[in-house]
């Protein structure tokens, strides 16, 4: 359980880090939406391992095929499967953590939940399962943007280096411009050094990742349980290392007062507006037509090049020393999986706005 | 669609600030349970308004009523209803709303997805829908409990003023000593000031709630998509008024390094534990057997008693001024509801672990 | 669980025979439609008991009461909670019951898996559930008017007397025309003369009821396990008391060979249409634009005025004489149910339908 | 959407007739469970085409691979996906159903709902999609099978020719004895013979398979609308050329009175049985603990070698000859497929019955 992902467009993923492979079988998919491989590998390409020198070096070209779903280049409508086969696997790498768990990974976890665990690169839990986010993610956002819904999404912090706020979205070419995906070519530099210097030192770092998304059309959202801000906050709090998410004015916005807080509607040119926006881009959980922005948080990832103490399968207290290839920080990597996750959100809660509010005579 | 919540112990929302009432259905409740409209009561009469001389002063007994589910005292495993009638309404004073959009309000946004909306007291969009996952949340406590399964939750900032960490989980008769629900009473008394303060100048203050679950077996919890952590965001962030959540270390963790920030096992007198607990009591989505503890954020109240600029339902520019009653900080009231909402999602994890994990010969 | 029904259009039913009441949510109804309680009050009378002298004299008038979902006339798009409060209840009549289990009703069931259960009337396993049902489909079948959707619903055979096919489909008015709901005069009064004999003998009968829907359009349904007729399958083997279900040809189809129960197609007047109708309106689990038609079978009513043998709820054998008011016959009651169903089954099918295949701009 | 089964041990198919292959994933498939290929491929090969004269002679071998959730010759409890990969395709021969819509197959509805559809023998409408089914059923049916509930499925009739009642269970060697499935030796010659005198008329013929469970324990199932009746019905009908089901008496029963219908409970030897056993196996939509059984209707292969009158893609009236290789009787291949429908239904229950009313303490 817990391997579907939305209601109307529904994911489920599968797979291992080192096994026959991940995929995902999207249910729900629109038709007649015109689509090959090339419009899935490029996201998977920026995803993927051994892309930069502040990346883990594992060897994974990860070539998607869609194996279902899809007759001469238009979708159609049934389920539409993807598979990324696994090649650089080196499960001897992990011989060491057959019977010791590593800190703060879920090696225990999953070995005392269901008695029996692929110990061979994390299995189910290594964040290589986001390959099926990402591939599936890439056909949310190819639709979203034949309607002019843009997700932006790029590193704002690595460790204790901050970039500064930027009033304008940065493009795609500003973010990828440097490995760290930091639109801000300075504060990339020093953020690139700090990552090498934990790499160095077989330490990692953390950060947050920020998102924002354009063209929204007001209305998208539910009421109650399905804000559009819950379901984000539950597609981000499922990622791997993340520790934290916050939209809009986020936890900085609590210490403000109500008065400041508000955001003034105006009629700006027949359009209504806010005149600021530390709602984010929500009020009761429904898209207002404006900026959709959030911030998550990642942790410094678990595996480190160090001795740290540990106990092993028989509850013996032992020592590991993190082995095999890692990335030194995940958060240039996190960049596309975010933005697949609010692609999946998104396209969900349209098309659940269409089938209620927008579909009958009677709405007119 | 949005108003149901949970997959095993499913609960099904329903009602408006002003109408008939406030009602919740839970499907998947265990049969033969001891219950009462006792067992309920106390946790609405901790949500419900006018409690106290900080909380809007809206007179509502909020008892509750089992209408289903329930016979000679023990549950009976199909669907147990309850019913919250609406009493002290007085629909007369939104009358301003009725063609007014309030500021950082759900009013507009849910008059442009439905194209109509119950104006008085923001309708569905009401605080007041929050009575019916108190009323679940308590049953969910009430089987928890039995478990062993504790959570205590406590206001741990009102704007600017923060409650020193409290190693120890403060009791519920510390918690409810201050109306503030504050457990640190020097704390307290400064929050009390800074509310009636905001109160008296028709304004309204935010702040941060802490949940810590104590008790929880290791193994709760899925991976990939229903993380314990990704459902506890979604249930926060679908709660009105929140802006933000993290789990353990959270955003401030991310400023650690990995080896800083992982958290060691080790033996202690035949338990596996962790020397730390910056994971915040999951690992890889499942508990892992140490404390649980969050944050959440609330922004300030939206309903301040100013002139607010705004536009009405034919787009023009006007103003408007907050009336109605209010609660100048909704922090105090959050609490009862945080706790329901976790509970939610724990019971519902529990009865998702037994089925797959606990329950067949070969898993002995 | 098991008590919500639909995906997008779902409803939460809840409540006992004897006990505060039955009620239902809507979780998904369209915002925007005009309604109040005349547009299901009708439907419930349809179903009430005490209707004619064929049916149970149980007095209850079943008087609806819309608590939330409607404003001003029309819908808000959010939940649309319904309630019908129990009237005539005499829990007394089943003081016999508490303890014995009666032939061929869920108490045994019941009580083995859940170890309690309201014995009066049959508590949560009575047919008087199935007023939620009628409720909510009183709704779905005013939207699907709207469309020109119209499901017709009779009694095709009490006991052994059966109608004979009827080309036409009868109008509300000549299906009402006789308390057994069979719109052929001659057949009803034969039909009515058989259920007051088995009355008379404290016995019941059973029969089939047909349902036919006219103005479906082409490409409802979904294909593999979501097939129109699989939903419709189990909507009404989800009915108390419905031992079978076939949809166009049936049972009888296959008795035929594959040359002579294929329909062909032919462009009729520039509409695509087939000669001949075995496949009963859907292919492949869609609707083909044909009538949809199928039967339900209704076993006699469990309930027999006799002597029965029977045990205990300590296992002792023993035995039972029925008493209480009862259905001499559940047909005519029946048919709203079944017309029920099949709208809540059809508006779902057209609210995913629209959601994926009608609302993008490259489904032109 | 559609195409997944289940709410606890959750199926996912994906796949057309001729394309990549046929998958699908299980999502809640117990952990510890030993398993491999083996334990799934005999019941593919009972399913898969060419396997006897009778059947159509495409030449598929359908090898099973699981690609994910086992390890080391146990389920991890996470996802489980199996792939068969498609090879005797011939799309060639559907050339001509590219534009010419086949009678009584789902082209017509597929292209009409889709605006897009794989021609090639039927793509997703296919009953080559049952391999999903037959895999993942295949495993539900080993857990049961350690539960000691036992499936037994049988040809009862094709066309006119029919089995006498079978007092006792067939074992699964005398099912497989005849490649009609048909139990009774002397009754599956003459199906044998009727089946072969249609292939050699291009024509095909229909009939009803039997399914009997025995082994449940009371309780599983749910009451109200996931009856277990109602899943089956479900299931059934959402198999390909079903039309009809039936449980216990079925239609027959309702030719029977009240007095004639009910099912005595009986303590035998200390045990609850009923007398007789015209419910089926089921009360009030849970399992009573006596045998289950049900029937399915399968209507004549729509697919004859005739010439049919029908329309293309233009809407031109046209004619279509029948190619392509096709079973001229499906039943006896639809009886693993009713086998793992059967069983995938029941394991749902089982777990739900679990989650719900076992696993807590106070259900001692």
């Not at 390959?131 to 002019?148: F, N, S």
């Amino acid at each position: 359980m817990g391997n579907s992902f939305g209601s109307l467009f529904k994911i489920s993923s599968w797979g291992e880090s080192h096994g026959g492979g991940i995929g995902v079988v999207i249910d729900g998919c629109p038709p007649r939406l015109p689509l090959n491989e090339d419009d899935v590998q490029p996201f998977l390409d920026r995803r993927r391992p051994g892309q930069s020198k502040i990346t883990t070096p594992r060897d994974e070209n990860d070539r998607v095929e869609i194996i279902s779903g899809l007759f001469e280049g238009m979708t159609l409508g049934t389920p539409l499967a993807m598979l990324v086969r696994n090649k650089d696997a080196r499960p001897q790498a992990y011989d060491e953590m057959k019977s010791k768990f590593r800190p703060s990974h879920a090696d225990y976890t999953y070995q005392k939940k269901y008695g029996h665990r692929n110990h061979e690169g994390g299995g189910r839990s290594s964040a290589r399962e986001t390959i099926a986010r990402v591939a599936a993610g890439a056909i949310a956002q190819k639709i979203l943007g034949m309607e002019q819904v843009s997700i932006s999404t790029y590193v704002e912090r690595i460790h204790d280096i901050q970039a500064p706020n930027l009033k304008d979205i940065p493009s795609l070419n500003e973010i990828e411009a440097s490995p760290t995906r930091c639109p801000d070519p300075e504060t990339a530099s020093l953020m690139e050094a700090r990552v090498l210097e934990a790499k160095k030192n077989g330490d990692s770092v953390g950060g947050s990742v920020v998102c924002r998304v354009n063209g929204l059309p007001v209305g998208w959202g539910s009421p109650v349980f399905d804000r559009l801000e819950a379901d984000l906050a539950k597609a981000m709090l499922s990622l791997p290392a993340t520790k934290g998410f916050e939209i809009g004015s986020g936890f900085q916005g609590t210490f403000l007062k109500g008065s400041e807080h508000n955001d003034l509607f105006e009629n700006m040119g027949g359009e209504i507006r806010t005149t600021t926006n530390l709602s984010g881009g929500v009020q009761g959980g429904i898209s207002n037509g404006e900026e959709l922005y959030f911030r998550v948080a990642f942790k410094p990832t678990a595996t480190v090049l160090k001795h740290q103490q540990t106990v092993d399968d028989e509850g013996k207290n032992t020592e590991l020393i993190g082995r095999g290839r890692h990335d030194p920080c995940v958060l240039p990597r996190a960049v596309p999986i975010v933005e697949a996750m609010t692609a999946l959100v998104l396209i969900d809660h349209r098309m659940r706005h269409h089938a209620q509010c927008e579909s009958f005579p009677f709405q007119g």
